[in-house]
């Protein structure tokens, strides 16, 4: 018998304490009476601090993010220096407006070559797999190189939006301050849910849908604990949004007849036809019932 399994069983071949003392050591986790400690709880408070600290940071970043739109979208489009947010529909640069969207695409695409491939993605599939797989650490460099290269994308006419990098780059703030701290897995998680769902207040002035967004995405839980830092997080950051960006809404929608209530049941019956159109295929192509 070798070294390793010396002690680990008694007469009758059960398994002694002394032999399953290290193997739970090793997890973290250790019982009461066997001289081991309890697994490390929630701090709370803590975590409620450092939310609010997050929220004031992604809403600044968020407010760094939209003038740096603002400066790409000149620059390229208009040839001048200015933060102010204009509609890059008023250009006159005529065909050439074409190969701006591609020179912008270059350009990101070499900051994620040489600086960090997780700025390729959308942003929110990203923000999941740190979740996931990653114990919810993003590196440094993301929460730096998001904004500038979806800046760049967006300002120079790409088909893209702010809310997924934002998502990421909050997500990513927040995976950092947990990393200082040095929190436990659990804790930075909602540190980064925090991030994200307070970069996307900031952004679109949404407190409420920041907040339903982190917990469906990336926490995957409805619990107290990290409900209440994500509201803090939400709060600050709408409010930062409110101090910067005044308190209207971002885009301007003009008034559109819906034709409701008299259009409702053919718009519920329109749109159930369609689901379950959609559920048959899915339905079929899962089972090999029908070639797609």
Not at 87 to 97: G, I, M
Request: aromatic share 8%; with cysteine.
């Amino acid at each position: 018998m070798s070294e390793a399994n010396i002690g680990s069983t008694d007469g009758s071949g059960a398994v002694s304490d002394r032999a399953r003392r290290p193997t739970i050591a090793a997890s973290g986790v250790q019982a009461k009476g066997a001289g081991l400690t309890e697994p490390a709880q929630f701090r709370m408070v803590l975590i409620s601090f450092l939310s609010a600290g997050i929220g004031l940071i992604a809403g600044l970043i968020a407010y760094l993010l939209y003038n740096l739109i603002g400066l790409f979208t000149n620059i390229v489009f208009y040839h001048r220096f200015v933060f102010a947010f204009n509609s890059a529909r008023n250009n006159h640069l005529d065909a050439w407006v074409i190969f701006m969207p591609v020179i912008g695409g270059i350009i990101v695409g070499f900051m994620a070559k040489y600086g960090s491939p997780k700025i390729k993605g959308h942003g929110i599939p990203e923000a999941m797999e740190a979740v996931l797989i990653n114990r919810s650490r993003i590196q440094p460099r993301v929460a730096i190189l998001k904004p500038i290269s979806a800046a760049i994308a967006i300002g120079t006419g790409g088909p893209f939006g702010a809310e997924g990098p934002i998502i990421q780059t909050g997500g990513a703030v927040g995976s950092l301050v947990g990393q200082l701290v040095h929190t436990t897995a659990s804790e930075r998680k909602v540190l980064l849910a925090c991030g994200a769902a307070a970069g996307m207040s900031a952004t679109f002035n949404t407190p409420i849908a920041g907040v339903i967004l982190a917990i469906e995405l990336l926490l995957f839980e409805s619990k107290s604990r990290s409900f209440i830092p994500l509201v803090i997080a939400s709060t600050i950051a709408t409010a930062v949004h409110m101090q910067l960006l005044g308190t209207g809404p971002m885009f301007t929608v003009a008034a559109t007849d819906f034709g409701i209530p008299r259009a409702l049941p053919y718009l519920c019956a329109a749109r159930g036809h369609l689901w379950a159109g959609c559920g048959w295929f899915q339905q079929a192509a899962l089972l090999d019932r029908r070639p797609v």
